[in-house]
């Protein structure tokens, strides 16, 4: 296993829900601000890496967590068709909680169509989720508004006491 460098962004996802659009992102993060200072499981984990270890290590020293949010993010089952983020072991409930709990910016990013969810749909220990301005990311969109493209596609939203919605987010 590699040692974490400082000021490195997590991206914490759902293989199953937003895998796709996860690995884009991946790749125009790192081409932003370098190889090594983007920790995504599958691209930076070395075969027969001691997996929780090497995600709490990386947890412990990120500056940034982005979290792509698919349509599926919060009502993701396991094989006994229990919710996944209902289960405190849950690696991304467990990625998100950490950052939340450290302090870490939190940057939800919406794909395919999904929402923000609700305080009322996440573990107490999520609820501070809803808070996080948000982007939004869409396949025919894509290359717009993220690391550097142009046209600004990439939408902040929001939910909070005076309602919730989104805002063009100019490039």
């Known amino acids: ?3 974490p460098s ?3 962004i997590f991206i914490s996802y759902r293989r199953q829900d937003t895998a796709g659009h996860t690995g884009w992102l991946r ?7 370098g190889d ?3 920790f995504m499981d599958v691209a930076t ?11 709490r290590a990386e947890l412990a020293v990120c500056d ?6 698919g349509p599926g993010w919060a009502t993701a089952t396991d094989a006994q068709g229990r919710r996944r983020l209902d289960d405190s072991h849950d690696f991304v409930r467990v990625e998100v909680e950490t950052a939340l709990r450290r302090g870490v910016r ?19 220990s999520l609820a501070g989720l809803v808070h996080r301005h ?3 990311v869409r396949h025919e969109t894509f290359g717009y508004g993220t690391a550097g493209g142009e046209g600004g596609s990439a939408e902040p939203c929001w939910e909070g006491e005076a309602g919730q919605g989104c805002a063009r987010w100019g490039g």
């Open 36 to 38: 090594d200072q983007v």
């Open 64 to 69: 940034v967590l982005v979290a792509v949010i």
């Open 106 to 124: 939190v940057i939800p990013v919406l794909t395919e169509g999904a929402v923000m969810p609700g305080a009322e749909q996440l573990p107490k």
């Open 134 to 136: 948000a982007l939004v």
């Open 6 to 8: 400082p000021g490195r």
């Open 27 to 33: 790749d125009r993060l790192a081409a932003r601000f």
């Open 1 to 3: 296993m590699t040692t």
């Open 45 to 55: 984990l070395e075969p027969g890496s001691d997996f929780p270890e090497a995600i």
